[in-house]
């Protein structure tokens, strides 16, 4: 494993990819435990990840990015395609869904911690719900965490990636039948591998120093 440091500043967002380059099955398999055991508030993981490696499947995707042509490539090009989706609302259903996983994982030692587990997230869930009046940005806060563990968890494995915000996203809704599974699509990930046409590869990475961005107390 390279060392962390030097892996933030080796990878780069991939503006293009090579059509004729796929990602082995091991690594897509990699990819998706990443995603799976990305972290959460409250451990509520409002998500949901389409995934498409099929021309068929990524053009569909592509659809989306009409009015932004310039990711249209990406999309179209890449080896795979993921597309980081939040839920639109976080109900009791899931939250029961959540508490039942945990405790077939062994994570309670009692009737008593599994209640106040539930009690403690759905404590967070009705805050953000009724007080705060955020839930759907709050839920989309923990999908970008999901993001970021699979862009360094990309980079780790060799695989380039392009995170994209510029598509339609109700076009998106509507030709993955989104709305009606009560998710929404937030954030969508091109990976595969760069081509010669990747004019960011080549580029030096540009961060504001660290004198800028960090205060010691």
Not at 89 to 94: S, V
Not at 184 to 207: E, M, Q
Request: aromatic content about 8%; glycine content about 4%; some cysteine.
């Amino acid at each position: 494993m390279q060392e962390l440091s030097l892996l933030v500043q080796k990878r780069h967002t991939s503006k293009a990819f090579d059509p004729s380059r796929t990602i082995s099955p091991e690594q897509i398999a990699e990819l998706k435990t990443l995603l799976q055991f990305a972290p959460s508030s409250t451990n509520s993981q409002p998500w949901h990840f389409v995934l498409a490696s099929t021309a068929e499947g990524k053009a569909t995707i592509a659809k989306s990015t009409e009015q932004f042509a310039f990711n249209t490539p990406k999309i179209l090009n890449a080896s795979h395609v993921v597309v980081l989706c939040t839920k639109t609302q976080m109900d009791e259903d899931h939250l029961r869904k959540v508490l039942a996983q945990e405790k077939a994982d062994g994570r309670f030692a009692s009737d008593e911690a599994m209640q106040n587990q539930h009690n403690g997230r759905s404590f967070f869930v009705n805050m953000h719900r009724y007080e705060l009046k955020d839930a759907q940005h709050w839920m989309e806060k923990q999908v970008y965490l999901a993001l970021g563990t699979l862009l360094l968890g990309a980079a780790a494995l060799e695989i380039d990636a392009c995170p994209i915000e510029g598509f339609d996203a109700t076009a998106l809704n509507k030709e993955l039948g989104l709305r009606e599974q009560g998710l929404c699509a937030s954030v969508i990930v091109a990976l595969g591998y760069r081509s010669g046409d990747d004019f960011n590869a080549a580029l030096p990475k540009s961060r504001l120093p660290q004198a800028e961005i960090f205060t010691e107390i």
